[in-house]
């Protein structure tokens, strides 16, 4: 009877053949695996993939090398969720680089060597010339990545799919901190305004901050870029009620900070945070590449520590600027392992490097797009009238609703308002949605107008 290969078999061999852009032979393969092999096993195997067209063979004998199909980018983005044996925890698949290094960062504390903040890293990276990201695996995340292929106003994808990537970012993005809601108890509490029972004021808190701040980067999006204003009122609304010192919301810390389970310790002069500061957010902006832009916030923003807490939280928003602006698929992270990020994050902090970091962006970004792509399908295309119109309709629905404006009085307001704000042409119809959007407000939706349980239900009585 033939022995039946298992997938997890051929996606090992793959993973490490990724790690050779310009091919490798078989010895080459056979030393990249974690696990080895018989050379005769292993031939095997490569044949298959060849036969299944995942790989490309050139040359001859021992002159054989083997790479991936071109277009296919590296392999860490299709694979699926790896169980670690040795640390009994679920883990993305890891280049062979990213595999040494989380080897060299999970060594005791005791035996790593202390570092501070390394100039250089930031200064010998150059927008448009330097690259985290290889170009293969930049072709293929905007393959993945674009769900539509014609120009659109920045933010007009995300706006389709709103409704639940603000309750997945809120809740992956709090989860990588440690916080304990479940996406259930997400859920009720971003639609409903319930807190978990049991749970601290806190998460809830560091939730309903995700929210805030995703709103206001989508409903912002023509606007938003890398800069100062965006990233500070970012860690404003992320920290809010939050930290310790009010005042420290939305400005850089002029204090040290420590971060705890890693040998790093942050600049701690303000003058040189700052500066360098300023000096990621110019750099960030002249990138031209979506992705690359979005994984060098993902990197720089963390191992500045530019706030006195919530920079990680910041790091990973930011990160979704450029994906909302050319309305590309939304990063959400979901299922990413926090083990796998926190090793990623610790990589740079104490060695400078990206490569395990760069790994689990790769997963978790074809993991958001694959995500998304089931929604859209399921909601079909926007009304572009209503994506034009967004910003109107939104403040007339809070307006009627915490105004307790009852359906005759309504009526009459957004009658008068519409007459002097919109146009003799779309006012019929703005009407007609704005109308309609008022009679379809349940305790279920009122979330997409920032609107409070008990505002809701004092406008119902005056409404009926």
């Known amino acids: 009877m033939v022995k039946r290969i298992r997938q997890i078999e051929l996606d090992i061999i793959l993973r490490a053949v990724a790690g050779f852009p310009e091919g490798a032979g078989l010895r080459t393969i056979s030393k990249a695996l974690d696990n080895k092999m018989p050379r005769r096993t292993l031939q095997r195997r490569l044949a298959l993939l060849v036969e299944q067209k995942k790989l490309v063979i050139d040359g001859q004998a021992r002159a054989s090398r083997y790479r991936l199909v071109e277009g296919t980018g590296t392999v860490t983005a299709v694979l699926p969720v790896i169980r670690d044996e040795e640390y009994g925890e679920v883990y993305v698949p890891l280049s062979p680089e990213g595999e040494e290094i989380k080897q060299m960062i999970r060594q005791p504390i005791q035996n790593r060597r202390p570092v501070g903040y390394n100039r250089d890293f930031l200064d010998f990276y150059h927008p448009n010339t330097t690259f985290y990201l290889s170009e293969d695996i930049r072709r293929q995340l905007a393959e993945i990545g674009r769900p539509q292929r014609e120009e659109q106003p920045a933010g007009t994808y995300v706006q389709k799919i709103f409704n639940r990537l603000l309750i997945d970012l809120s809740w992956n993005s709090s989860r990588l901190e440690g916080n304990t809601y479940s996406l259930l108890e997400t859920e009720r509490l971003l639609e409903l305004g319930e807190e978990a029972r049991g749970k601290n004021t806190r998460e809830a808190q560091m939730i309903l901050n995700h929210k805030a701040a995703i709103e206001f980067?989508?409903?912002?999006?023509?606007?938003?870029?890398?800069?100062?204003?965006?990233?500070?009122?970012?860690?404003?609304?992320?920290?809010?009620?939050?930290?310790?010192?009010p005042q420290a919301c939305g400005r850089l810390r002029s204090i040290p900070v420590g971060i705890g389970g890693t040998v790093y310790h942050p600049l701690e002069i303000p003058q040189l945070v700052d500066e360098c500061f300023l000096q990621i957010l110019a750099m960030a902006s002249e990138i031209n590449d979506p992705f690359e832009q979005a994984f060098f916030?993902?990197?720089?923003?963390?191992?500045?520590?530019?706030?006195?807490?919530?920079?990680?939280?910041?790091s990973r928003l930011s990160a979704n600027i450029s994906m909302i602006r050319d309305n590309l698929s939304p990063l959400s992270f979901v299922d990413v392992p926090e083990k796998e990020y926190i090793d990623g994050i610790v990589a740079v902090y104490e060695l400078n490097r990206t490569e395990l970091l760069r790994d689990v962006f790769i997963w978790a970004y074809q993991r958001s797009c694959f995500r998304y792509s089931a929604v859209q399908q399921s909601l079909g295309d926007p009304?572009?009238?209503?994506?034009?119109?967004?910003?109107?309709?939104?403040?007339?629905?809070?307006?009627?609703?915490?105004?307790?404006?009852?359906?005759?009085?309504?009526?009459?307001?957004?009658?008068?308002?519409?007459?002097?704000?919109?146009?003799?042409?779309?006012?019929?119809?703005?009407?007609?949605i704005v109308e309609t959007e008022l009679g379809s407000l349940h305790e279920g939706n009122i979330a997409r107008y920032r609107l409070l349980p008990?505002?809701?239900?004092?406008?119902k009585k005056s409404w009926h």
């Open 217 to 245: 980067l989508v409903e912002q999006a023509p606007d938003t870029g890398l800069n100062r204003y965006t990233i500070c009122n970012l860690h404003a609304l992320l920290s809010d009620n939050l930290l310790a010192d």
């Open 297 to 314: 916030v993902l990197v720089h923003l963390p191992y500045l520590q530019p706030f006195e807490d919530v920079n990680k939280r910041v």
């Open 383 to 432: 009304d572009p009238f209503r994506v034009r119109y967004r910003k109107e309709i939104f403040e007339y629905v809070t307006t009627v609703v915490r105004e307790n404006f009852d359906k005759r009085e309504a009526t009459g307001w957004i009658a008068r308002k519409a007459k002097q704000e919109i146009g003799a042409v779309d006012r019929a119809r703005f009407t007609e």
């Open 454 to 459: 008990k505002e809701f239900i004092a406008w």
